[in-house]
């Protein structure tokens, strides 16, 4: 969200108090790759510079046509006029897991992405993450419920099938040990995905092909160098989203909405006094839409640079003072060049979108920055959690029923209910344009489900932090098991400091200490009951009410 812009660099004003070669398909390799390099026109730009007489599509800033309207739009002509050429594919893209900081080796990892069941384990003995099916060939039981064995081997709990990280079936305890080798039957084998870690972050490639076993030796996932930059900070976050992936970028791309969702979170800089602004610091906002591709998107706004790299990134460059260093994201199976070494301030806020299924997403927020650096060191990452999920959570409920609207009247009309007359809404516009051209006007689920989003749940389950953050968060789950042992640790103290003054005889205790040891026990008391407050409403519910802001 365009709201961690304001909250990110200064980390205490977050709240007001991260094979072999094969032959390959030409189509999967035929797309133009994506090198960002520094614009020598502009001095703190990291985009191509735009030719004007290649482009194939006219820049828009808005579309202001209302329900009402039946004249022509740029969205007819486009898909009138398509390239069938330039279709984005979903299933020939790397997709990130999760940030192997919040992955734990000795225990596999249960997640869902682009609606496929997957399992995450550490396989020790080649010394890699392995991305397979989360299904035991046996009887489809979840192997991520499983455990490691003794010998490094995932084992499915349900009756003790042992996969290696190739997949292959490594022994089956039901078969009888003289017999026939059963478990050497490709039937036996498990599903394993291609798999790579690239900026401390693990992707994988949705098909399991032995076709693709290679592609990350032809292609690879975005590259972002600042975040492999020992220079710059770096801190991930992750967190369910109860919304689809195309709410969730295109809320991400939406600066305007800051100031009013997040009033009273976030320390927002006010507009020069030359600016009109209402009370919360509304303006207009100058943003022009300068590429759009099958491949990406890219916008200007003041001093900011924006960068959409389908299907899953989307991150934001702000350069203060000195010289452009080469520094930017770079596509697939680019170069990959070094960042920069000149003292310049840098800041990035980068945001990697996962599509998980209808009505859900997750997203992987980083913030590297080359200046007060210091501050990541020292400070815990929960303690940056805590405003960032309030962040989150303080437009999670308008985003979910505005999903709920948009399916109502469908991904091809969006433009003519949703009328957008000035620039503020550019790459939000420029983001439904690439979806409607490109990509099928949707995530393309492949017949996965039936076209429905999931129904509203109670408020209080769909603002919720343990599940969707807290318990995979390595962190905060920190946090918040040690929070809960000092909870309990304040109640035992307070219940025993007043047992001993009831069990004292009297004379035995003089007043002052019956009296100290009373206050002490009371304050403990309350300690722990503020306590059990703070560890219930930051990892678990916190109900934002806008009335009151």
Not at 466 to 483: D, M, P, Q, R
Not at 531 to 543: A, E, V
């Amino acid at each position: 969200m365009q709201a961690f812009k304001a909250s990110s660099f200064t980390p205490f004003q977050v709240l007001n108090l991260n094979y072999s070669t094969r032959s390959f398909p030409k189509t999967i390799y035929d797309k133009p790759n994506l090198n960002i390099h520094p614009n020598n026109e502009n001095p703190i730009s990291c985009f191509p510079s735009i030719q004007s007489q290649n482009t194939k599509f006219k820049l828009f800033t808005a579309v202001s046509q209302s329900i009402s309207t039946e004249s022509r739009t740029p969205f007819d002509e486009e898909t009138e006029n398509e390239n069938q050429e330039e279709k984005f594919d979903w299933y020939a893209e790397w997709y990130p897991i999760m940030p192997i900081c919040d992955l734990d080796k000795r225990r596999p990892h249960g997640k869902k992405v682009m609606g496929i069941d997957v399992v995450v384990w550490w396989d020790r003995n080649e010394k890699e993450w392995k991305v397979m099916d989360d299904a035991c060939p046996h009887r489809y039981a979840p192997l991520s419920e499983g455990r490691i064995d003794q010998w490094g081997r995932l084992q499915c709990v349900y009756h003790g099938w042992c996969f290696d990280g190739s997949g292959d079936c490594k022994f089956i305890p039901q078969a009888p040990r003289d017999g026939p080798p059963v478990h050497t039957s490709k039937r036996a084998c498990a599903t394993v995905y291609p798999s790579c870690v690239q900026n401390d972050i693990l992707w994988f490639w949705p098909n399991s092909d032995p076709l693709y076993k290679g592609i990350y030796l032809k292609k690879r996932p975005p590259y972002i160098p600042e975040l492999d930059d020992s220079s710059f900070s770096k801190s991930f976050m992750v967190r369910d989203i109860s919304y689809g992936y195309e709410l969730l970028i295109e809320n991400l791309m939406d600066p305007a909405h800051v100031q009013y969702s997040h009033y009273g979170i976030m320390n927002v800089p006010q507009p020069p006094k030359s600016v009109k602004a209402d009370r919360e610091g509304g303006r207009p906002l100058d943003i022009t839409v300068t590429k759009l591709d099958v491949n990406s998107i890219t916008a200007n706004q003041g001093p900011g640079r924006n960068t959409f790299i389908a299907p899953c990134v989307y991150y934001s460059l702000f350069a203060f003072g000195g010289n452009q260093g080469k520094t930017s994201a770079v596509s697939s199976g680019a170069v990959q060049e070094k960042p920069s070494t000149e003292k310049q301030k840098k800041a990035l806020l980068v945001f990697i979108c996962i599509p998980v299924s209808p009505g859900h997403s997750r997203i992987i927020f980083a913030s590297p920055r080359n200046f007060a650096t210091w501050a990541d060191r020292i400070i815990p990452r929960w303690i940056f959690h805590l405003g960032q999920n309030l962040i989150l959570d303080s437009d999670l409920y308008l985003l979910h029923v505005e999903e709920h609207k948009l399916k109502e009247i469908g991904p091809y009309n969006w433009h003519k209910a949703c009328y957008m007359p000035t620039k503020a809404d550019a790459i939000v516009v420029a983001f439904r344009r690439w979806l409607n051209k490109y990509a099928g006007g949707q995530v393309d689920w492949r017949a996965k489900y039936n076209g429905d989003l999931p129904p509203t749940p109670p408020r209080e389950q769909l603002l919720d932090r343990y599940w969707t953050h807290t318990v995979n968060c390595t962190s905060c789950n920190f946090a918040y098991k040690g929070l809960n042992a000092l909870e309990i640790i304040l109640q035992i103290a307070s219940i025993g400091m007043i047992g001993v003054v009831a069990a004292a005889k009297q004379g035995t205790l003089s007043m002052v200490t019956r009296y100290s040891l009373v206050s002490v026990a009371l304050l403990c008391f309350v300690a722990s009951r503020w306590l059990s407050h703070f560890i219930y409403k930051n990892f678990h519910f916190h109900d934002y009410d806008h009335a009151f802001r």
